[in-house]
């Protein structure tokens, strides 16, 4: 049986930030709901792996670099589990000094992985850090990270 380990307390105080912000926005929807997509999603018409390519190529082109790329559905099916397959890229600026604020929204992750049948390339959107963490100010970076991600996003599945 796997080891339980608890989270560390910063994880829970973000947890708690993450829920009051959410619960914020939802009183300023109309419907109940919350008016902010959290993450940017498309769908492509290539291949799994050729949607890899794609967005490591998009990567680049928009002056990012992947850091590091996690296969989890890879990793998952050789421990003898079915899953999806499943790929992870952290990535960011190539030519960024990287420091506090920015650090907060990076490194940015996009998520590529089959679901009903077509390939998804997803990633967070940086702007949700704002307002996790308003005494930082993150809007104008984080909008132009944003905008580099969805670009890269949009690249990939074109």
């Given at each position: 049986?796997p080891e339980?380990v608890a989270?560390?307390?910063?994880?829970?105080?973000?947890?708690?930030?993450?829920s009051?912000?959410?619960?914020g926005?939802?009183?300023?929807?109309?419907n109940?709901e919350?008016p902010?997509?959290?993450a940017?999603k498309r769908?492509?018409?290539?291949?799994?792996?050729?949607?890899?390519?794609?967005v490591e190529?998009?990567?680049?082109?928009?002056?990012?670099?992947?850091q590091?790329?996690?296969d989890?559905?890879?990793?998952?099916?050789?421990?003898?589990?079915?899953?999806?397959?499943?790929?992870?890229m952290e990535v960011?600026?190539?030519?960024?000094?990287?420091?506090?604020?920015?650090?907060?929204?990076?490194?940015c992750?996009i998520n590529?992985y089959?679901?009903d049948g077509?390939?998804v390339?997803a990633?967070l959107r940086p702007?949700?850090?704002?307002?996790v963490?308003?005494?930082h100010?993150?809007d104008?970076?984080a909008?132009?990270?944003e905008e580099?991600?969805?670009?890269i996003?949009?690249?990939?599945v074109r």
């Amino acid at each position: 049986m796997p080891e339980v380990v608890a989270l560390p307390s910063h994880y829970l105080e973000l947890q708690n930030r993450i829920s009051l912000t959410r619960k914020g926005l939802v009183r300023e929807a109309t419907n109940g709901e919350c008016p902010v997509d959290y993450a940017y999603k498309r769908c492509g018409n290539r291949g799994f792996f050729d949607t890899l390519s794609a967005v490591e190529e998009a990567v680049c082109d928009h002056g990012f670099f992947v850091q590091r790329k996690y296969d989890i559905g890879g990793t998952v099916v050789a421990k003898g589990f079915t899953i999806r397959p499943l790929v992870i890229m952290e990535v960011g600026p190539a030519e960024e000094d990287v420091g506090t604020p920015l650090s907060l929204v990076l490194p940015c992750r996009i998520n590529v992985y089959e679901e009903d049948g077509a390939v998804v390339v997803a990633a967070l959107r940086p702007t949700i850090f704002s307002a996790v963490y308003p005494e930082h100010r993150l809007d104008e970076v984080a909008a132009e990270i944003e905008e580099t991600v969805v670009n890269i996003v949009d690249d990939a599945v074109r």
